[in-house]
């Protein structure tokens, strides 16, 4: 297999960034905190390029997306607890269950919901997640050992920072690869023009339905890895609000844009953690104000997103030679 | 085989008849112009043949084959493609990618392999991107290619509406006033491009058009609509000097100046 140019180049700056994150651990700059906040960040990359899949790439709107992060944090966190003992192969596979049961669900709602040409998903996703709240909370009475409104603890901590860098890599190229792909333009094509891509022979439902639940799997991933990171989960670390972080970072980032998600998701987990230290204690109450102005500002002053649909050049395919040139795809919404 | 065979096409939007008892017959290699007053219906009929609106009676037969009921996606896939009157490109993404995209359902690699860029990936894009190249050549848009599609001057934006469709590889190509806004240079250049299209992807070819110096110079029959039905149809000459045609454009009593 041909590895391109623009794949190196990603891998040697992904390289770099191992090299900086272990120098700063060895100087002992990186504390067991912020090292958390790190990896936290992370994780949050994964699931916000599931998000970014379903609404950036696609234009489907889902308010849901913490719920599905949620599924695959007690999946695979309960697995874990149930069947592993820190044994690195439960790891992956309760993660995997915790994605493939997230994907299910999302398959579920997505096959009736996604048939209409509207905003219904987002309703729907929405109702979704109050269920999925409602439905951990009260978890406790059908299967004790996911604790309900006490949250649940005793997962074992398998994951660490190389692990996980290594999973958001893998995630970051896969996503490429399926941006930069027929799949790719069909799904773009969806969110420039239903009806028109649906005319030029595009399967609208399937392919909105593929990036949704390609999207929340994501999601299911980023949260298996999350319960393993974090030993206590709760149902209030998924509700709403984590559902409008995801959504936060992919609308600033710029729509389309990878580089703006994963860019935005680190930035994001990097900004909450410095207010909560800026705040104290205080901060758990203003932050939905924190979060409005935020978008406010944001949307003011720079209403495209961040990186407004570019992409850093190593995340694009190897440009193609057409006579007139060397010329880029991209699949943003930029101008 | 005629290639379209439309018989009995009714639509009804609540008590309108935006279409009623409409038929049409054609053959291959042929260009038909479908023409009318505003609200005649002739949209309409471009969108019950394309399967967006679902018909309320009457059958659509594309190569001896029954389509009305399909969903869009699938008539286009057996080879029916269209232009829309109001522009309507993916605006955010190149050119290029605008083409690429219709290639859709005759890529030959599965999710797999595009996630890990097998061999069969790379060989499937590289043709993809060969082809499409082409279509652009062919509409004089190659250079254009990496420009996204919404900064295009409005003449390249329909001759790259034209491109895409090309790019489906229909048999039968369905033009919604492919000259609309244009002044009269243009409109014969986009007469010359109809016919070149024809000849070089061997398509028949069905269009609304409103400029009357492109239907009479291009189309080799033309069918008139009024209030949802058809009034009239024949040759270009037969039409010019029809009187119900002349009333419909121009009311009661009028005559041949």
């Given amino acids: 297999m041909k590895i391109s140019r623009q794949t190196i180049m990603l891998l040697i700056l992904a390289a770099a960034f191992f090299a900086l994150v272990k120098g700063l651990q060895f100087a002992g700059v ?85 048939r209409l040409r509207s905003d219904y998903l987002g309703i729907a996703t929405l109702g979704f997640g109050i269920i999925v ?99 206590f989960l709760h149902p209030a670390s998924f509700d709403f609000l984590k559902s409008f972080d995801f959504l936060l970072i992919v609308v600033l980032g710029g729509l389309g ?13 990097f900004l909450m ?63 | 085989m005629p290639v379209l065979e439309v018989k009995n096409l009714s639509k009804n939007f609540g008590g309108l008849k935006a279409v009623n008892n409409f038929q049409l017959t054609m053959e291959e290699g042929e260009i038909v112009g479908l023409i009318g007053p505003n609200g005649a219906g002739k949209t309409t009929v471009f969108n019950l043949i394309t399967g967006i609106y679902f018909p309320s009676a009457g059958t659509i037969n594309f190569l001896g084959e029954q389509i009305n009921g399909l969903p869009p996606f699938r008539i286009c896939q057996k080879g029916i493609a269209r232009t829309f009157q109001n522009i309507r490109l993916f605006k955010e993404n190149t050119v290029l990618d605008n083409v690429r995209t219709v290639f859709h359902p005759r890529i030959k690699y599965g999710l797999l392999d595009a996630l890990f860029r097998t061999p069969r990936f790379n060989a499937e894009e590289e043709r993809v991107n060969r082809e499409a190249m082409e279509f652009l050549a062919a509409l004089n848009l190659a250079d254009r290619s990496a420009h996204k599609a919404s900064g295009l001057p409005y003449g390249d934006q329909r001759r790259l509406e034209i491109a895409r469709s090309l790019a489906c590889r229909p048999k039968l190509l369905i033009l919604d006033e492919p000259a609309a806004g244009m002044n009269p240079n243009e409109v014969s250049r986009m007469v010359d491009l109809v016919r070149m299209i024809k000849e070089k992807f061997q398509l028949t070819i069905l269009l609304i058009e409103h400029q009357m110096g492109m239907v009479m110079n291009l189309c080799e029959r033309l069918v008139v609509m009024d209030f949802g039905q058809i009034i009239a149809s024949g040759t270009p000459d037969e039409i010019r000097n029809n009187q119900m045609v002349l009333e419909a454009y121009l009311g009661k009593g009028a005559t041949v100046a």
Wanted: proline letters at 3%; aromatic letters at 10%; glycine letters at 14%.
């Fill in chain 1, 257 to 269: 844009s990878m580089t703006g998600t994963i860019v935005t998701a680190i930035g994001w987990g």
């Fill in chain 1, 133 to 231: 709240k409602v439905g951990m909370d009260n978890a406790n009475k059908l299967i004790p050992v996911l604790g309900g409104a006490t949250g649940m603890s005793g997962t074992p901590q398998t994951a660490h920072f190389d692990l996980i860098f290594i999973l958001v890599l893998i995630i970051i190229l896969l996503v490429r690869n399926f941006v930069f792909s027929t799949y790719g333009r069909a799904c773009t094509s969806i969110r420039e023009d239903e009806i028109a891509a649906d005319i030029m022979g595009i399967d609208t439902t399937r392919f909105k339905v593929l990036a949704f639940v390609l999207g929340c799997s994501l999601a299911g991933l980023a949260g298996g890895i999350y319960a393993h990171r974090y030993p």
């Fill in chain 1, 273 to 335: 953690e410095v207010l909560r230290a800026v705040l104290g204690e205080n901060f758990i109450d203003w932050r939905g104000v924190i979060y409005a102005l935020i978008l406010i500002v944001a949307i003011i002053l720079r209403p495209q997103g961040l990186f407004s649909g570019k992409e850093l050049g190593l995340l694009l395919p190897r440009p193609l030679q057409t006579g007139q040139g060397k010329e880029r795809s991209h699949a943003g919404t930029g101008s």
């Fill in chain 1, 30 to 114: 990186l504390n067991a905190y912020w090292q958390l906040v790190l990896d936290q960040a992370l994780v949050t990359v994964i699931g916000a390029l599931g998000l970014s899949l379903i609404y950036g790439f696609t234009g489907q709107f889902s308010l849901g997306h913490a719920a599905f992060y949620g599924l695959g944090a007690y999946t695979a966190g309960a697995i874990d607890i149930v069947y592993g003992n820190g044994n690195i192969i439960f790891f992956f596979v309760s993660i995997l269950a915790g994605a493939a049961l997230a994907g299910l669900v999302a398959l579920l709602i997505g096959l009736p919901i996604l």
